[in-house]
T-cell receptor
Framework: AQSVSQHNHHVILSEAASLELGCNYSYGGTVNLFWYVQYPGQHLQLLLK??????LVKGIKGFEAEFIKSKFSFNLRKPSVQWSDTAEYFC????????????FGTGTRLKVLA | NAGVTQTPKFRVLKTGQSMTLLCAQD?????MYWYRQDPGMGLRLIHYSVGEGTTAKGEVPDGYNVSRLKKQNFLLGLESAAPSQTSVYFCASSSASGIQYFGAGTRLSVL
């Protein structure tokens, strides 16, 4: 079955620390990849996406992610986190082979200490 | 711009009661989705629709029904609510671009 794994369930960092959140998926075909963020009390919003081309994609608020096809991974990074990055982060995969379904990971709760 | 609007925002039900959650989008999107979000389990797809008049089962469809009579609306029904359906429900819509836009969520408690 297709699945998305986010191995870090809870992450606590101090401001200015670097962030890397892992995301691995299990699907052999071509996929679209997403990171969504849910700030406290808010709905999910798109952070960044990868469809094709340059495997290093940049999103909003200084976030970036790298697609490594051989590792089935799409890790999220930010060089220096801020207190306002405190949120829950979800990785999502959409197989491109004729399905419109999206598979979400279980999420990573990030807390940034001021 | 309204985007994706969900009603109601909160609801408390007794076991066995029924209710309908409404999702409305004003972006002329073809695709609409209903998810439930539970602690430690992320978002799980309940049902989805690829166009007006069509619906399909997602990962956790049991106990729910949906209808897409109009392109802009996607209704999620609980015929006989159970405590296991206590959750936060999110609706989303997307165009062929693949980017999903989410509503603010409905927090449902079933006692």
């Amino acid at each position: 079955a297709q699945s998305v794994s986010q191995h870090n369930h809870h992450v606590i960092l101090s401001e200015a620390a670097s962030l890397e959140l892992g995301c691995n998926y299990s699907y052999g075909g071509t996929v679209n990849l997403f990171w969504y963020v849910q700030y406290p009390g808010q709905h999910l919003q798109l952070l960044l996406k990868y469809f094709s081309g340059d495997p290093l994609v940049k999103g909003i608020k200084g976030f970036e992610a790298e697609f490594i096809k051989s590792k089935f991974s799409f890790n999220l990074r930010k060089p220096s986190v801020q207190w306002s990055d405190t949120a829950e982060y979800f990785c999502a995969v959409n197989p491109t082979s004729g399905t419109y379904k999206y598979i979400f990971g279980t999420g990573t709760r990030l807390k940034v200490l001021a | 711009n309204a985007g994706v609007t969900q009603t109601p925002k909160f609801r408390v039900l007794k076991t066995g009661q029924s209710m309908t959650l409404l999702c409305a989008q004003d972006m002329n999107h073809e695709y609409m989705y209903w998810y439930r979000q539970d602690p430690g389990m992320g978002l799980r797809l309940i049902h989805y629709s690829v166009g007006e008049g069509t619906t399909a089962k997602g990962e956790v469809p049991d106990g729910y029904n949906v209808s897409r009579l109009k392109k802009q609306n996607f209704l999620l029904g609980l015929e006989s609510a159970a405590p296991s359906q206590t959750s936060v429900y999110f609706c989303a819509s997307s165009s062929a671009s693949g980017i999903q836009y989410f509503g603010a969520g409905t927090r449902l408690s079933v006692l």
